[in-house]
């Protein structure tokens, strides 16, 4: 490697700057990005020559560095590299490397056995197996985990440059849960790593609470000459002390958590505690009883749920309750799977019966999510009335729509046929001890924009807005209907009485009558999360609630064939 550090800073700056293939570079440019470089990590005002910078990358184009880097000049002022996953930091170690990094280990051996550099157990390890690889070309005598993927470790020296020189830094920034980026000035506190993940820690303003950045999700990063906040006065060695990972919630205490290990893991936990503060309470039959006095935080749910069955949550009660809750979450996930084999079947037995039941269709978790939309909407929308009816509910609440059409429901859609689209969604909540009842009858109209009168289409009628049509029996026979349950639901609080293969034809009043005086129905009781699909022209009714429980229902009616010219659907939603 090059001994000058000026040198050193401009090839990794050239380097930079022809492995962004986003845009052309010019030697003006390339002297531009060097004199700003130094003048960044060194604080060199006067700038890079246009000699220096083209002896730079004849030096990088030879072999005195073993670089070799295949440097080409385009159009007689381009300069880009011909090998586009080239890099300079990519070259194998020279000899005079190899022997600089071994004089740099038996120094560091030297420190090894000190209480103040025990942090260097294993760093001395993965260097000797670094030169060990280089000089021998044996295998490696370590496995190193090693993320190639990792994003942000380009940020890591700026950052590190800015702490130590106490730099404002420029940042575009964009979080997980963030829309969109933003853009903001930063003052650097502290670098940290978590398993492979690098954080900057900061404050935007100098009276605002520290702020944890990852590093992967930083898109810019510029210096800034401005002096950043000194934190002389706050002891940064200790602000990640009582928390496991990288989150500190400021002006939160501590708490002891007692976790039970159990088996064949317990030796694992003691050998290699979870925290500082670790402590054994007590050994049992089934394992060992610890304790650690931490923060509560995400890291900390995560490192619990690692162990799987193998650890639980004795205390406290509201760090139980989020790890109990998060495991039925998890298990929910696979009970949602719908299963390939049974799908094909879906449409046969829709066909046959006229209607089909699918349970465990939604999460416990999108349950609470759609209840939640739906209980705010409810507040700040009061009716009269002991039924609670939201007609367009997906215009009223479209925050429900992801929730609502999941992957689930797209495949079982799928399964029944092509070009479906959802035609309408009104939401039913049926309070316990409702005297609401429904008499047999078949659903027979639709619902669209405008009246226009077309043979065919008969019954007009009007409700919010919306006209109700009974449409020819060819598009009620292209109609599907689901009823998402909220709640579960059973005889006792309203389930549908339904007669299976009464949809085959749209039936007079007389036929109706005598059909349900003369067989006997079936009850659709469906948990909470499942879901009742059925044709519209099949016979249901549904009988008074008998207990104290609810019966939240969203009703959705799917089609797949366009209306006649002049009249629309009331809603159309393609997903």
């Known amino acids: ?54 002896m730079d990358i ?63 157990s294993g760093m001395i390890q993965k260097l000797e197996n670094k030169i060990h690889v280089s000089k021998t070309k044996d295998r490696p005598i370590i496995d190193i985990e090693k993320n190639e993927n990792l994003k942000g470790l380009e940020f890591i020296d700026p950052i590190f440059q800015a702490v ?24 650097p506190a502290l670098l940290k790593e978590w398993r492979n993940r690098w954080f900057v820690l900061g404050k935007k303003k100098t009276k605002e609470h520290f702020m944890m950045l990852a590093l992967d999700r930083i898109e810019e990063l510029g210096t800034l000459e401005e002096t950043s906040i000194s934190y002389d006065d706050y002891d940064l060695a200790n602000h990640f002390r009582d928390v496991i990972g990288a989150t500190v919630n400021v002006g939160d205490s501590t708490q002891e958590v007692r976790l039970m290990v159990y088996g064949i893991h317990a030796p694992y936990v003691l050998t290699k505690p979870l925290h500082h503060s670790q402590r054994l309470v007590e050994k049992t039959k089934e394992g060992v009883i610890i304790a650690i006095d931490v923060q509560l935080n995400f890291e ?49 037995k829709l066909a046959n019966r006229g209607y089909l039941i699918v349970n465990s269709i939604y999460t416990r978790k999108s349950l609470g999510k759609m209840g939640a939309f739906l209980f705010k909407y409810k507040q700040d ?101 689901i009823r998402i349950h909220l709640d579960d ?7 549908l009485h339904v007669l299976p293969g009464s949809h085959k034809k749209l039936l007079s009043n007389e036929e109706i009558k005598l ?31 008998v207990n104290r429980k609810n019966r939240r229902v969203i009703h959705l009616e799917f089609n797949n064939c366009e209306l006649p010219k002049g009249l629309e659907w009331a809603e159309k939603y393609e997903f």
């Open 515 to 545: 059909i349900t005086e003369n067989s006997v129905p079936s009850t659709c009781e469906v948990r909470a999360g499942g879901i009742q699909l059925m044709k519209p022209l099949l016979l249901h009714s549904s009988s008074k609630t």
């Open 164 to 187: 130590s020189k106490q730099k404002v830094l420029s940042i575009t920034y964009q979080s997980f849960k963030a829309r969109s980026s933003s853009t903001f000035r930063f003052h």
């Open 381 to 481: 929308h009061p009716q009269p009335g002991d039924v609670y009816a939201i007609r367009s509910v997906l215009e009223k609440i479209p925050e429900l729509k992801e929730y609502i059409i999941n992957s689930n429901i797209k495949s079982i859609l799928s399964s029944l046929g092509d070009g479906y689209f959802l035609s309408k969604a009104i939401f039913f909540d049926k309070p316990a001890m409702s005297n609401w009842y429904v008499t047999w009858h078949q659903d027979t109209t639709i619902n669209v924009q405008h009246k226009v009168e077309i043979d065919g289409y008969t019954g007009w009628t009007k409700k919010e807005g919306y006209f109700g049509v009974r449409p020819p029996e060819e598009i009620l026979n292209n109609t599907i209907t």
């Open 58 to 120: 004849q030096m990088m184009r030879s072999d005195k560095l073993g670089y070799h880097a295949p440097i080409i000049v385009s159009e007689k002022k381009y300069y880009s590299y011909e090998d586009p996953e080239y890099t300079i930091t990519n070259i194998p170690l020279t000899d005079q490397d190899i022997d600089k990094l071994t004089e740099v280990v038996d120094i560091l051996k030297e420190f090894k056995g000190f209480t103040h550099f025990q942090e260097l």
């Open 1 to 54: 490697m090059p001994v000058n550090r000026n040198a050193l800073i401009r090839y990794k700056t050239i380097d930079k700057c022809l492995r962004n293939r986003y845009r052309q570079w010019t030697l003006e440019d390339l002297i531009e990005a060097c004199s700003d470089a130094l003048y960044d990590y060194e604080g060199i005002e006067k700038g890079v020559s246009k000699r220096t910078v083209q």
């Open 489 to 495: 639901t059973d005889y006792e609080n309203g389930a």
């Open 300 to 348: 900390l749910e995560k490192e619990i749920l690692s162990f799987g069955e193998s650890m639980k949550v004795l205390s406290p009660p509201r760090l139980r309750s989020k790890i109990k809750e998060r495991i039925n979450h998890a298990l929910d996930t696979y009970n949602t799977e719908l299963s390939d084999q049974k799908l094909p079947h879906y449409a046969k």
